[in-house]
């Protein structure tokens, strides 16, 4: 399976490695740096990468790299999954998972990759019980073992590994019993200059945070469970339940966990939350060119967009931009042509704009194309599907905890003002995709 494990910085630096098997050289992640000059951004690097005698599978997180190294051929996606549990086991235990948390806490980041794989194969993943294989890392704890030369694993087997439950533990007991689920959504979206959608889908999270005492059985239910697709649950959920009743049933872990990931792709389904009208042009033989951008609400429930952030990178050929904002900052940098826009919360009384002029390079050819307009937004306590939460229930214990739920939207990759050269070729692609598929 996983023979080894590199992280990288985003310096390109190897700053730890782990090896299960044989120890495989540094020399291979050469094809992985190759690879990584060739990708435009840091997020579109290849997931998989073949070479001669392995394959490199990875996952970017936190600005890290997570590089696993596998010599015969496995499910990637079994893979993915196992590298994203290596990086929440470490955010549980650190609070962040950063190259400093993991640089100090390296003893412990070595056991837990112990535990977390057998020769390769995936063995306790879970969180519960990890942290009873292996103590989470405190100040008093870290003197005690630096004084003692004592170590973070426990002197028993976790209780839950012997259950029909392993990723809850037994006797576990809270003097405030609390519910906390959180529905978030991030919309992907590509709108045309005349602003029009050309695509558009949601990914969507439910995450919790149960602290309950003893071994409660919760039931989730939905007012419009139909729109939810693609579903991915979390172990502890009865998947025939859902099938049957669309109602999730599961005896929860303890503490923070995902509940399941789902995926809206129909385009009538999805709500474009903001609008954008611009107007960028550049006159042939001028030396100078007009922006003109203003930001909107639209479908938004009546809910206020926030810490909305605007970028754009403007052609090589623009030399500075004086602009004025209605509202926020703006920064432009003149060496990578980037002009971000920090906008801030939209007042739908006041729109925000942002115009000026441009300055171009004496004697430069009008610019081909407009650049693409990068947005960025959230918007609290709306779910941009329409998902709600009917109700929560529990049963195998007597006591009322206390239960809410939490809504969000954010955008992922939202862009707008795409050239038409870049659309038509898009919807060439999309549409040779759904040829591939109907044949």
């Not at 893979?79 to 950063?98: A, M, N, P, S």
């Not at 407009?370 to 947005?375: E, F, H, V």
């Amino acid at each position: 399976m996983i023979h080894s494990l590199f992280l990288i910085n985003a310096s390109g630096d190897i700053f730890l490695e782990k090896h299960w098997k044989s120890v495989v050289s540094r020399s291979v992640c050469d094809y992985f740096f190759e690879a990584q000059e060739r990708a435009t951004e840091p997020e579109n690097v290849p997931p998989v990468i073949p070479t001669p005698h392995h394959y490199l599978i990875s996952v970017l997180r936190h600005h890290i790299y997570f590089v696993a190294v596998i010599q015969s051929e496995v499910p990637p996606l079994f893979v993915i999954e196992f590298l994203h549990r290596v990086v929440d086991t470490f955010q549980d235990y650190f609070g962040v998972c950063t190259e400093a948390a993991i640089k100090d806490n390296v003893v412990v980041v070595y056991e837990l990759l112990e535990e977390m794989l057998d020769n390769g194969f995936p063995l306790a993943t879970e969180s519960n019980i990890l942290k009873e294989l292996i103590k989470p890392p405190t100040i008093l704890r870290t003197m005690v073992n630096t004084i003692t030369g004592s170590t973070n694993v426990g002197e028993q087997l976790p209780t839950g590994q012997l259950s029909v439950v392993p990723w809850r533990r037994t006797g576990v007991k809270y003097t405030n019993n609390e519910a906390y689920f959180d529905v978030v959504e991030e919309i992907d979206a590509i709108i045309d200059k005349s602003g029009s959608t050309i695509t558009a889908e949601i990914q969507g999270v439910i995450d919790a945070c149960v602290k309950l005492t003893g071994m409660p059985d919760l039931t989730l239910s939905f007012m419009n469970p139909r729109l939810l697709d693609d579903v991915s649950f979390h172990p502890c959920v009865r998947f025939k339940r859902w099938e049957a009743e669309r109602i999730l049933s599961f005896i929860p872990p303890d503490g923070n966990f995902r509940l399941l990931s789902y995926h809206v792709s129909s385009q009538n389904l999805v709500a474009i939350p903001v609008y954008v009208k611009h107007n960028i042009t550049f006159r042939e033989g001028s030396s100078q060119g007009r922006f003109d951008l203003t930001l909107g609400p639209k479908q938004t429930m009546g809910k206020a967009v926030e810490s909305v952030l605007v970028s754009s990178q403007l052609p090589r050929g623009v030399l500075n931009a004086n602009l004025n904002p209605s509202q926020g900052t703006y920064t432009f940098d003149p060496v990578t042509k980037l002009l971000t826009w920090d906008v801030g919360k939209i007042n739908p009384q006041k729109l925000p704009s942002l115009k000026g002029t441009m300055s171009l390079q004496a004697g430069a050819s009008k610019p081909d194309e407009n650049p693409t307009i990068n947005i960025q937004f959230k918007i609290q306590q709306m779910a941009i599907s329409g998902l709600k939460v009917n109700r929560l229930d529990m049963y195998g214990e007597k006591y009322k905890p206390f239960k809410g739920i939490k809504y969000m939207t954010k955008a992922g990759k939202f862009q707008a003002g795409l050239p038409d050269k870049w659309t038509l070729e898009y919807i060439k692609t999309e549409l040779l995709h759904k040829e591939i598929r109907i044949n």
